[in-house]
C-alpha cells in the first residue's frame, strides 16, 4: 500500500464528514424519531411505567423495591422481593457475579434459605429458589408464584388479614409465560403490594 | 405447562420465525447490494461524503477506506467521552478517564462492545445516542460491506474491484439497519421498555425510602444493539434490565434480532454467487452449532449441578425471574454465537460446562451465525479451508465456487483464522503470568482462570459479553483488551479483503465430475466439523484449566 498523499487523506476526509453525516442521521434524527412516537403513542411505556397510590408516584412496577421496615429489615406486612445484591439501587444494577459452585455463594444461599424460612415461619426446604438467588439485574421486580405463596400467610398474619383474602390476591396478580410458553411464570412485588394496601384500608 | 415442554416451544418458535425471514431478508439484502440506484436521501449523503457510490474500489482502496472510517470513528468517539462534562445532556457525570475512553472507543468501533463502565452512572445521554449508538449502527454496517466484498470476490471474475465501500456503508445503514431497528424500537417500547430523554427523577416508595429511577433513549439503543450485534447495554444490567427487556415476549424479540441478520446473510451470499443452494449449506452449518449449543446450555441449566445451585434448588443466580433457566439459556448461547455479548442474565453465574460452552461458542471465531458481516466473512474463510483440506484428501486443487484456492488463497484465509486465537491465548497467558489477572478475580480456582480466558475471548472476537466478575476497568485489562479488539476486527478484515481482491481476479473454473459438491449435506457436515476441531484443537488445553475442571469437579 503506497502511503502517497491522495490515497490516505482522500479517504480519512471522506471518513471525517461520513461520520458526522451519519451520525446526524443515526445519533440524532433516529433517537428523536423513536422518542416521539414512543412518548405520543405509549407515554406510560416510554416513560418507565410509574405506579401511583395517594396521587403520588411511588415507583416504577418494572424497579423492584426494597420493602424494609424503619431499621432496614425486611417489614413482615410487606411481600418480599428476591435478594439484591444492589439494594434495589437502579442506579447500581448487576449482579453478584459468583459462580455456581463459589464457596461464597455457598454461603449466601445457605444463610438466605434460613433466613425465608424463619422469616415465614415454614422449613427450609419450602424456600424456592428465586427466593434465596440475587437477579441478574440486582432490581428483579418480580418473584415467583411459588415464593408469593410462601409469604402469604405471614403476610395476612401481620396486617390482620383473612388468609384467603391475601391469597386470592396472589392468584390475581399472578401472571403466566407470556404467550404461554415465553420466559418464565411471575408475580409483581409492587403491584402486589399496591394490591394489598387497598385491602388493608378497606 | 411444564418448563421442558416450554423451552422447547420457545426455541421452537424462535427457529420458525427465523426461517420465516431468510428467505425475504436475504434476497433483500442481495437487492439492496446490487442496486443499480440510489435513494435520494443516500445522494444527498454522498454528496456530504465528498464520494462517487459508483466508483468502483479494488481491495486495497476498499481497505483504506474501512480502516480510515474506522480510525476516524474511535478518535471521534474517545473525544465524546473525554469531553462529556462539557456537553448537554450530560447528567452532570465527568469525563471519562482516559484508558476506560480508549477501551470503550475500540469497543463500539469494532462492534464488540465489551464496557468497562457502567451505564448509568458514567454515561450521558448524548454520549450514548449520539456516539455509541452511532456506532452499533455503523460498525455493523462496516461488517456488512466486507462480507459483500468476499462474496463479490467469490461472484466475480477478471476484475479486481469489490464495489465501494461508501455505498455499501450508506446502503447498510439506510436501507437495513435503520429501518428495522425503528420498527424493533417502537414495538419495544410497546412491551414496556423505555424511550425519553430525562434523566434519573427520584421518588419515595410506600416504606418512605428514596429510590432513583432512570430514563434515557432505551428502546432506540436496545433495538440496534441487538440488530447490529453490539451489545452495548444501555445500562449496566444491560438486557437483563426490566427497561431494556420488559418480559418474555421482547426477551424473544430481542434474541430474534440478534440472529435475524447473521442466520440471513447466507441467503444473501447465495443469491448473489448465483446459487442458493451454495447458501443453505452454510446456514445449515451455522443452524446445527447454534442448535447444539442452545441444547446443552439448556440440559445443563436446567440440572444445575453447582453445588450453591443445588443447594438453591436451582440455576436463578443471576437471572431474572420473568426469564428463567429457559429463556436465559437461550439468550446466553444465542448472544455469544453472534458476537453480540448483550446478556439477559450473568454469565459468571452459570454452570461450569454452561461456562464453557458459551465460551466455546465465541472462540469458534463466532461463526455459528456469529455477527452481522463478520459471522459470513468468518464461515466462508472456514469453507474455504474445509475445501482446501478436501482437496488435499482427494489430491486435487481445491475450487470453490468456481475459484481456485492457490497458495496465496489459502495462506489469506489461515492467517485470517489464526489472529483471534494468538490473540486470545496470548492475552489470556499476560494477565495470568502478571498479577493484573488474579487481583481482578471476583471467583478463585478455576472459574477465577475463566472470568481472564473469557475475556480474552470475548474482546478477540468482537463478542463483548464478559464473566463480569472480572474487575476489568484496571489500565492493564482495558488496555490489552483494547489492544485484543482492535486487532481482532481489523486484521482479519485485511486479510478477507485481501483474499476478495485474489479471487475476483481469477478466470472461472468449469466444474467437473471431480469438483467438491459444496452445497451438499456432506459439505455442511464437513464445515461443522472443521469448525469445531479447529477451535477445539486450539482450545482445549485453556478449556481444560478453566470450565472444564470447574464442570467437572462437582
Same mark, same amino acid.
Given at each position: 500500500m503506497?502511503?502517497?498523499?491522495?490515497?490516505?487523506?482522500?479517504?480519512?476526509? +471522506? +471518513?471525517?464528514? !461520513?461520520?458526522?453525516?451519519?451520525?446526524?442521521?443515526?445519533?440524532?434524527?433516529?433517537? /428523536?424519531?423513536?422518542t416521539g412516537v414512543a412518548q405520543a403513542a405509549f407515554p406510560g411505556h416510554a416513560n418507565g411505567s410509574m405506579a401511583e397510590a395517594d396521587g403520588r408516584e411511588v415507583g416504577s412496577a418494572l424497579i423492584g423495591q426494597t420493602w424494609n421496615d424503619a431499621d432496614g429489615d425486611p417489614d413482615p406486612h410487606w411481600f418480599q422481593p428476591r435478594p439484591s445484591h444492589g439494594g434495589y439501587d437502579p442506579l447500581a444494577t448487576g449482579s453478584s457475579q459468583l459462580g455456581a459452585s463459589d464457596p461464597t455463594l455457598l454461603g449466601e444461599v445457605r444463610e438466605a434459605r434460613e433466613q425465608v424460612a424463619a422469616f415465614n415461619g415454614v422449613s427450609v426446604d419450602e424456600v424456592p429458589r428465586d427466593a434465596v438467588t440475587g437477579s441478574a439485574s440486582a432490581i428483579d421486580p418480580h418473584i415467583s408464584p411459588a415464593y408469593a405463596r410462601l409469604q402469604t400467610d405471614r403476610v395476612a398474619e401481620a396486617n390482620g388479614l383473612p388468609r384467603e383474602d391475601v391469597a386470592r390476591l396472589v392468584e390475581e396478580h399472578t401472571r403466566g409465560r407470556d404467550l404461554g410458553f415465553l420466559g418464565n411464570e411471575r408475580v409483581n412485588v409492587l403491584e402486589l403490594n399496591l394490591a394489598l394496601r387497598e385491602l388493608t384500608a378497606r | 405447562?411444564?418448563?421442558?415442554? &416450554?423451552?422447547?416451544?420457545?426455541?421452537? #418458535? @424462535?427457529?420458525? #420465525? @427465523? !426461517?420465516?425471514?431468510?428467505?425475504? @431478508? %436475504?434476497?433483500?439484502? #442481495?437487492?439492496?447490494?446490487? =442496486?443499480?440506484?440510489?435513494?435520494?436521501?443516500e445522494r444527498w449523503v454522498y454528496r456530504a461524503i465528498g464520494a462517487d457510490p459508483d466508483a468502483e474500489m479494488r481491495w486495497p482502496s476498499y481497505l483504506r477506506a474501512v480502516l480510515a472510517f474506522s480510525a476516524v470513528g474511535v478518535l471521534f468517539l474517545y473525544a465524546f467521552q473525554r469531553l462529556q462534562d462539557r456537553l448537554p445532556l450530560s447528567l452532570g457525570f465527568d469525563p471519562i478517564p482516559p484508558d476506560q475512553a480508549f477501551n470503550t472507543a475500540v469497543s463500539f468501533v469494532s462492534?464488540?462492545?465489551?464496557? =468497562?463502565? +457502567? $451505564?448509568?452512572?458514567?454515561? %450521558?445521554?448524548?454520549v450514548q445516542a449520539g456516539g455509541l449508538a452511532v456506532q452499533n449502527f455503523v460498525s455493523a454496517a462496516v461488517g456488512l460491506a466486507v462480507a459483500i466484498a468476499l462474496v463479490r470476490g467469490f461472484a466475480r471474475f477478471r476484475t479486481g474491484e469489490l464495489g465501494n465501500f461508501w455505498s455499501d456503508l450508506v446502503r447498510g445503514t439506510i436501507r437495513i439497519l435503520l429501518p428495522i431497528a425503528a420498527l424493533a424500537a417502537v414495538v419495544l417500547v410497546a412491551l414496556g421498555a423505555v424511550q425519553s430523554f430525562a434523566g434519573p427523577q427520584e421518588v419515595q416508595t410506600l416504606t418512605g425510602a428514596a429510590q432513583q429511577i432512570p430514563g434515557g433513549p432505551v428502546a432506540s439503543q436496545e433495538a440496534i444493539k441487538n440488530l447490529g450485534t453490539n451489545g452495548g447495554g444501555f445500562y449496566n444490567a444491560n438486557s437483563a434490565h426490566p427497561f431494556e427487556n420488559p418480559g418474555g415476549l421482547s426477551n424473544l424479540?430481542?434474541?430474534?434480532? @440478534?440472529?435475524?441478520?447473521?442466520?440471513?446473510m447466507p441467503r444473501t451470499f447465495g443469491r448473489l454467487v448465483g446459487n442458493v443452494k451454495q447458501g443453505y449449506a452454510v446456514v445449515a452449518a451455522m443452524g446445527v452449532i447454534w442448535l447444539a449449543g442452545v441444547i446443552a446450555v439448556t440440559v445443563v441449566e436446567r440440572q444445575a449441578p453447582g453445588t450453591a445451585s443445588q443447594l438453591a434448588g436451582g440455576s436463578m443466580e443471576g437471572k431474572e425471574q420473568r426469564f428463567g433457566e429457559g429463556a436465559s439459556s437461550l439468550f446466553a448461547v444465542s448472544t455469544t454465537m453472534t458476537s453480540t455479548g448483550s446478556v439477559n442474565s450473568f454469565h459468571d453465574s452459570y454452570q461450569g460446562l454452561s461456562g464453557g460452552v458459551l465460551i466455546f461458542g465465541m472462540v469458534l471465531g463466532e461463526v455459528a451465525? %456469529?455477527?452481522? $458481516? =463478520?459471522?459470513?466473512? $468468518?464461515? /466462508?474463510?472456514?469453507?474455504?479451508?474445509?475445501?482446501?483440506?478436501?482437496?488435499?484428501?482427494?489430491?486435487?486443487?481445491? *475450487?470453490?465456487? $468456481?475459484?481456485?484456492?492457490?497458495?496465496?488463497?489459502?495462506?489469506? !484465509?489461515?492467517?485470517?483464522?489464526?489472529?483471534?486465537?494468538?490473540?486470545?491465548?496470548?492475552?489470556?497467558?499476560? !494477565?495470568? #503470568?502478571?498479577?493484573?489477572? *488474579?487481583? +481482578?478475580?471476583?471467583? &478463585?480456582?478455576p472459574h477465577g482462570f475463566s472470568e481472564v480466558l473469557y475475556a480474552y475471548a470475548s474482546a478477540a472476537n468482537n463478542n463483548g459479553s464478559a464473566f463480569a466478575g472480572l474487575g476489568a476497568d484496571t489500565g492493564f485489562f482495558n488496555t490489552t483488551l483494547g489492544f485484543a479488539m482492535l486487532l481482532g476486527r481489523f486484521l482479519p478484515m485485511v486479510f478477507v479483503l485481501a483474499l476478495a481482491g485474489s479471487l475476483a481476479q481469477q478466470q472461472p473454473v468449469p466444474v467437473t465430475a471431480g469438483t467438491l459438491r459444496t452445497h451438499r449435506p456432506l459439505f455442511a457436515g464437513m464445515l461443522v466439523a472443521g469448525t469445531v476441531v479447529v477451535a477445539g484443537l486450539t482450545f482445549f488445553p485453556a478449556l481444560s484449566l478453566g470450565p472444564l475442571a470447574e464442570g467437572l469437579a462437582v
Open positions: 503506497s502511503l502517497d498523499l491522495r490515497t490516505t487523506v482522500r479517504p480519512l476526509l +471522506a +471518513a471525517v464528514r !461520513a461520520v458526522l453525516v451519519l451520525t446526524l442521521l443515526t445519533g440524532v434524527a433516529y433517537p /428523536l424519531l423513536i | 405447562m411444564n418448563h421442558t415442554l &416450554a423451552d422447547v416451544l420457545q426455541i421452537s #418458535a @424462535l427457529i420458525v #420465525a @427465523l !426461517a420465516l425471514v431468510h428467505r425475504p @431478508l %436475504g434476497d433483500y439484502m #442481495a437487492a439492496v447490494y446490487s =442496486s443499480r440506484t440510489h435513494l435520494r436521501a462492534n464488540t462492545n465489551w464496557q =468497562s463502565y +457502567a $451505564g448509568e452512572s458514567a454515561m %450521558g445521554h448524548l424479540l430481542e434474541i430474534f434480532l @440478534l440472529l435475524a441478520i447473521p442466520f440471513s451465525p %456469529g455477527g452481522v $458481516g =463478520s459471522g459470513l466473512y $468468518g464461515m /466462508l474463510i472456514m469453507a474455504v479451508i474445509v475445501v482446501f483440506i478436501s482437496g488435499l484428501m482427494v489430491g486435487r486443487t481445491p *475450487e470453490y465456487l $468456481g475459484k481456485k484456492l492457490r497458495p496465496r488463497e489459502i495462506k489469506l !484465509a489461515a492467517c485470517a483464522i489464526l489472529i483471534t486465537p494468538a490473540l486470545v491465548l496470548t492475552g489470556t497467558a499476560v !494477565a495470568m #503470568a502478571l498479577p493484573d489477572g *488474579e487481583e +481482578a478475580m471476583t471467583n &478463585a480456582g
